[in-house]
C-alpha cells in the first residue's frame, strides 16, 4: 500500500482512472447523460414487460371471445374444447381452487408452526441448521416435486384408499403444500421476529406464559404480515405449474372428491402445448383466454398481500 | 363456571405451553424429514440408472437405452443466454432505482410492476415467449427464444436481489467518491458496483438456479421432449433437463420413472454446484469489505 492511495483505502475507496476532464467537463457530461438513458432504458424494460403480457393475453383472448361469448366461458360447467366445443372455464377453476385449497391445508398450519417456531422457540444453532435446509427445498424445481407427486405420493395414497385413482388431486395438493411451504415459514418467520421484544416482555411482566405470548401477543401484531405470506403462497399454489400437470392428471373434472383426478388451468395449457395445435386456430386462443384469467386471478391475490404487507410497514417502521 | 384450584390451573396453563412448544417443534422437524425423504427417494431410484452412458447418450424411445446429453447441453445453452441477457439488464435496472431515480410516482411505479412481475405464474411468461418470441419475432422454437423467455422470468429476482445488495452499501462510501470530484457514474462503476458485486452475484446465482429448474415456461412455448441431436447455434430447436424429466415422468412404464429419477439426480447435483459458488463467493468475498 503506497502512501497516496492510504487514505482513501481507510475509508474503502478504489482508484479511479484519470477521465480526461477538466476542459468544460463536455465528455464527462456526454457519458453521464448516455449511462443515464441507458440505465432507464433497462428499467423501462419491466414495464415492457408488464404490458407485453396484458397485450399478448388480451389481443388472443380478444379473438376467443369474438366467437365463445365471455358469459359462457365464465359460467359453463363442462370444458371439452376439441371433443365437444364447450368452453366453460368452470371445471378448471374447480380443480385449481381444489388443488390450491388442499395445499394450503397441507402448508398453512405446519408453515405458521414452524415460522413460530424459528423465531420464539428455536436457539440459533437449531435456525442455522433449519433455514438452508428450507433455502434447498424452497430451491428444489417444480418438475422434482411432480415426480414425487407420481412416483412416491400417489400410490401411497392408493394404500390408503384403495379407490384413489393414478392422477388424483390430493397427491398434486401434497406436493404443491411442501413446494409453497418454505415461502410461508420465511415470510412469517420474518415479520414474526419484527414483532418489538417489549410487547413479549410486557406480557411475561403480567404472569403470561410463552404460549399466552406467542398466541395472543405476538402472533396477533404479526397477523398482517402472516396473511400477506398466506395470500402470496396461495397465488404461487395457483400458478404451480408442472407438479399439478403430472399428479393430477388431465380430465376436466367438476368434483369435490380430492381423490379423482382434475386438469387445473396451468395443467390445461401444458396440454396443449404439447400437442401440435395449429396458431390461429380456437383450441390455440383457447390457452391464451385460461392464460388471462390465470394472469388476473394471481396479479389479484399479489396486489391484496402488498397491501397486507404495507399495513405491517406502517405499524412497525 | 366451576370453581378450578389456582394451583391445577397453573398446572394446566403450563401444559398447555409445552404441547403447544412441542406442536411447533413437530412442525419444524417435519420439513427437514420431508426434505431428506425427498432426496433419499431420488437417489434410491436414480442412483442406479447414472452412468456415463445415461450421461452421454443421446435420447431414446427405449428406457434402457435414453440419455440426457442433448437435453444437458440444451440446458447449458439456456442458462447461459438467461445469464447473458438478464445480469446487464437486471442490475441495470437495479442501478437506476437505487442510484439515480430520486422518490418520486415513477419510481414507485416501477417497484410495484417489478414486485408484480415476481408473482406472475411461470406459465404465463410462457404464453407471453410464445406470441412474442415464437410468433411475432419468428424466432420459431429456438434455443434463443427459449432464453429470452427465460430471462423475462429471472429478471425480477435478478433487480430485487440487486438491489438489496446495492443498498447495503454504506452512503459513506458515495459520499466520499463524491467529495474527492468524482461523477454520479464513476461513483457507481468505480465504488458502489464493486462493494456491492458479492450480493448481487448471490442473486445471479438464484436466478440461474431458478432458470435451470424451469420447465413450464419452456413447454408452453413448445420446446421438444425430444432432439435426435445436440444442439450447436442459439436459432436450432431445444429441449431442456427439467422438460425431459417431467416427459419421462408422465409415461406410464416405470423403468422411464427411473431415468427420471437419473436426470433428477443430475439436475439437483448441477442446482447445489451452483449453490456451493454462491455460497463461497459470499464468503470469499463477503470477508474482503472492511466498514
Redesign the interface.
Known sequence: MNAESSA?EV??????PW?G?GHGGVR?KV??GL??A??????L???F??V??VL??A??AFEFFREVPLFDFLTGTEWAPKLAGKFGVLPLVSGTLMVTAGAAMVAL???L??A???S???SSE?RE??KP??E??A??????F???A???VSPWIRTFFPSAGVFNVASASIVVG?MI??MI?SLSEDVLRSVPRSLREAAYALGA????V??KVVVPAAISGIVASFL?AL??A?????AV??AAGNSPNMTLNPLEAAQTM?GY??QV??GDTP?GSLEYRT??AV?LA??VS??FI??L??WFVARVRMKYD | MAHVEPQTRHRR??L??QT??L??????A???L??IV?LL??LW?GLPRLNPRFLMGSMSRFPEKAGILPSLVSSLWLIGLTTLFSV???V??A???EE??GPSRWRH??Q??????A??????????G???FV?TFALQRSILAGALTLS?VV??IV?LAAQEALRAVPD??RR??YA?G?????TVW??VL??ATPGIMTGVI?AI?RA?????PL????AA?FITFVPVSPLDEFSAL?VV??DW??RPQTDF?QV??AG?VV??TV?ILL?ATAVYVRYHYGKR???
Open positions: 482513501a475509508v474503502g475507496l478504489r482508484a479511479v477521465d476532464a464527462r457519458v453521464e449511462v443515464q441507458g440505465l432507464f432504458g433497462c428499467a424494460l419491466s414495464i414487460t408488464t407485453g403480457i399478448v393475453l389481443v388472443e398450519p405446519i408453515g408452526l414452524t413460530i417456531y424459528l420464539e422457540y428455536a437449531v441448521v433449519v435446509v428450507l434447498v427445498l430451491g428444489v424445481p417444480s418438475v422434482v411432480g415426480y414425487l407420481v412416483v412416491t411442501v411451504l418454505p415459514v406464559t410463552k404460549f399466552d406467542t398466541v402470496l397465488s404461487r395457483i400458478g404451480e405449474t408442472m400437470a403430472l396451468t395449457i401444458v402445448s404439447q396458431a390457452i391464451f392464460g390465470l394472469f394471481t396479479m399479489n396486489i398481500a402488498q | 396453563r403450563a398447555l405451553s403447544f412448544a406442536l411447533c417443534l413437530a412442525a419444524t417435519l420439513c427437514v420431508i426434505l425427498l427417494e431420488v431410484q446487464p439488464i437486471g441495470g435496472s442501478l437506476y432505482l439515480y431515480a411505479l416501477v410495484l410492476n417489478i414486485a408484480n412481475l408473482g406472475v405464474p411461470s406459465i404465463v411468461y410462457g404464453i407471453l410464445l406470441g412474442l410468433r423475462l429478471l425480477p433487480i459513506s462510501i466520499a467518491s474527492l468524482a461523477t454520479r457514474w464513476q468505480y465504488q464493486p462493494a438464484l438456479s435451470l429448474g424451469e420447465a413450464a413447454v408452453a412455448l413448445g421432449t427439467p424429466i417431467f415422468s408422465s420413472h427420471a429419477a433428477i439436475l439437483l442446482l449453490n469489505i472492511r466498514w
